[in-house]
């Protein structure tokens, strides 16, 4: 392949995205047969700007929420819960979609369960240090965080795996389509 080529055609069909470093990856069967090389490209960008936006607009929405201080608006059974596991699920959730945005240029995040294991035991880890008196994030060891961890890795990705693809057509089906 020459110097500066990004595509590069593989048998009769296949149309695979090739990095800089190396790694490589299959495109759309959608898009495959039905677009030139030059709407490929653009095509693929623009769903890469759109998948890059819907992250940061997921983690944009958790960061007001954390700053707007939402939950000093509930009343006290409410109040606690709120303080005590909300931030606990959401943010191993948002750190799932950003992992998500990564996948491009770390091609082992491209598999949903490497994301789910870095999302889980980022936290976790930082939980047990607590466990043992080290305050890393935080200070207050909580045998239920783990349970609300693994809660917020869990649904990021159902949301990604079973949500985003249908909704959303530049989502990939397969991450082999980034």
Request: some cysteine; charged content about 20%.
């Amino acid at each position: 392949m020459a110097a500066g080529e990004r595509f590069r055609t593989l048998g009769a069909v296949r149309l695979v995205y090739v990095e800089s470093g190396g790694s490589t990856w299959e495109l759309p069967a959608d898009v495959r047969g039905r677009m030139n090389l030059k709407s490929v490209i653009m095509s693929n960008e623009v769903g890469f700007t759109k998948r890059r936006a819907l992250i940061l607009g997921i983690n944009g929405i958790i960061a007001a929420v954390h700053l707007l201080r939402l939950g000093s608006y509930l009343q006290e059974g409410s109040y606690h819960l709120y303080y005590s596991y909300f931030s606990d699920i959401i943010l191993p959730f948002g750190f799932y979609f950003l992992l998500c945005e990564s996948e491009r240029k770390v091609p082992v995040l491209r598999h949903w369960g490497a994301k789910l294991a870095i999302t889980f035991l980022t936290p976790s880890i930082a939980e047990t240090f607590q466990h043992f008196g080290i305050p890393v994030l935080g200070s207050t060891f909580d045998l239920l965080d783990y349970f609300m961890y693994a809660l917020g890795a869990i649904s990021a990705v159902m949301v990604d795996r079973l949500v985003f693809f249908r909704i959303f057509d530049f989502w990939p089906r397969e991450k082999t389509e980034l």
